[in-house]
């Protein structure tokens, strides 16, 4: 009877200790690729998409430069496709471009800027026809720290994921940085287990890429901000009579029944302490309304006010 109440006694304590290593098995918490919901920067970034009304304009990604003292393995190259994923999330059109590409524009840009290089008929400052703003940076500082805690026999470790990103956002028919600046991401991924089961940490690429999604979802969100804030600027195309054909389109964004200053450029203006041209002078010389959108880039207006307008001239929201 004795030996019985013993080996059921076994048995239960079996069972129990079962059923509590089961209740406790190895957990992980903290979901990457799609979501940074620790800190509600997706939310955020959704928001101000929803928000943008402006053009789909097209974005130039260059490759983020890698800059982490520890030389981070793959950190720049996976900030530049978290990027591009998040450009189109935001309603924009990213195209990804070599450092080389765009150096030969700006290169060019300069050259006809202090006049070693004229004009002629297509302006280098014009940029590339199929490229409105490029985004460009670095990845600065990475680092990973690991946090324990043992409560009785649960034990539960924390990796975190920090990152630094510096970013410009800039005007590829200027040159000129609209924005340009740094920010903190952050990533927090836990796992844990009774009595140490589980809770050993190994390399995970999800901690970095979810440190970068959250740095890069809060630049672009202030970069969504900024283009949102810009009027909207185009080139007439093509003068038909009444008809005058612009370059906008669907992309655009903008509704028939939008009126839209004309501008007819004039005269550079040249700094006199750098020699630098940093603008043109410009007079309004009438008004069109859009009636229609041939495609997704070209629209049809008519004339409300003015005459003369030509190919070239200057078309402008006006807000």
């Not at 630049?219 to 009444?242: C, F, H, Q, W």
């Amino acid at each position: 009877m004795k030996k019985r109440i013993i080996g059921s006694c076994f048995l239960a304590a079996g069972l129990a200790l079962g059923s509590l290593l089961s209740g406790c098995s190895p957990t992980t918490t903290g979901a990457v690729k799609d979501d940074v919901s620790l800190t509600g920067q997706t939310e955020r970034l959704e928001a101000a998409g929803l928000d943008y009304r402006g053009p789909q304009y097209n974005i130039a990604i260059l490759q983020f430069d890698n800059k982490t003292p520890s030389r981070a393995v793959g950190v720049g190259e996976a900030a530049t496709d978290i990027l591009r994923t998040i450009v189109k999330q935001s309603g924009l059109e990213p195209i990804v471009l070599s450092k080389e590409e765009m150096q030969q524009q700006e290169r060019l840009i300069e050259l006809q800027q202090t006049g070693a290089l004229k004009t002629g008929k297509k302006d280098a400052a014009s940029g590339f026809e199929s490229i409105d703003f490029r985004i460009a940076g670095a990845i600065t500082a990475y680092s990973e720290i690991e946090e324990s805690s043992d409560v009785i026999i649960v034990q539960s470790k924390t990796r975190i994921a920090r990152v630094q990103v510096d970013y410009a956002l800039v005007d590829v028919s200027t040159g000129k940085a609209l924005l340009s600046e740094s920010g903190m991401g952050e990533y927090r991924k836990k796992t844990g287990g009774a009595l140490g089961l589980g809770s050993k940490a190994t390399h995970d690429p999800g901690l970095r890429d979810g440190a970068l999604r959250d740095a890069l979802s809060k630049a672009m969100t202030k970069m969504v901000e900024k283009l949102n804030s810009i009027p909207y600027r185009t080139r007439v195309v093509l003068v038909e009579g009444d008809n005058v054909i612009i370059r906008a389109g669907t992309k655009s964004r903008m509704e028939p029944g939008t009126v839209l200053g004309v501008y007819r450029p004039g005269a550079d203006l040249v700094d006199p302490e750098t020699g630098r041209v940093i603008g043109k002078r410009e007079k309004q010389i009438g008004e069109i309304v859009i009636t229609g959108h041939e495609n997704e880039n070209v629209s049809d207006a008519s004339v409300k006010s003015g005459s003369g307008f030509k190919a070239g001239d200057i078309v402008k929201e006006t807000r």
